[in-house]
């Protein structure tokens, strides 16, 4: 990963191979981004997405495998318990240019991601909902 801050804005290259949530926790921890605003496209080579069931409370699972564009990847980034918290939704592309979407549960990139992240200056935080099992923006 290699990345540039421009005023408000980080210009973010993440590499074949890497696991773009680990990454964006990991420069988010580093240069301290606690509300953002996220917008990437790229490829992946393994991503797992999925569709949250109110009822049950987990995500309905699918896996891409092999490689797809990411055709759109966008999202945001908060804290938890004063840590990172990245909430990305992404739609991909296959092969066959069928699509797939949904929340970001894991996305190896497949040749690159080129992602900006817009900070916000703001104390935006997520507490937790009992009732949608889902932790909610907090201001």
Request: aromatic share 8%.
């Amino acid at each position: 990963m290699q990345y540039r801050r421009f005023d408000n804005v980080y210009a973010v290259r993440i590499d074949k191979g890497e696991e773009i949530m680990a990454k964006l926790r990991e420069l988010c921890g580093a240069e301290n981004i606690r509300f953002a605003q996220v917008d990437a496209i790229g490829a992946s080579e393994h991503a797992v997405i999925g569709v949250y069931d109110l009822t049950t409370q987990e995500y309905n699972r699918e896996s891409c495998a092999g490689f797809c564009e990411i055709t759109n990847l966008s999202g945001n980034v908060t804290t938890v318990h004063n840590e990172p918290y990245i909430h990305l939704h992404a739609t991909l592309a296959d092969q066959q240019n069928r699509i797939h979407g949904g929340h970001v549960l894991e996305l190896t990139v497949g040749a690159t991601c080129e992602m900006f992240i817009r900070v916000i200056d703001a104390p935006v935080g997520r507490i937790h909902d009992d009732l949608l099992g889902i932790n909610l923006w907090t201001f």
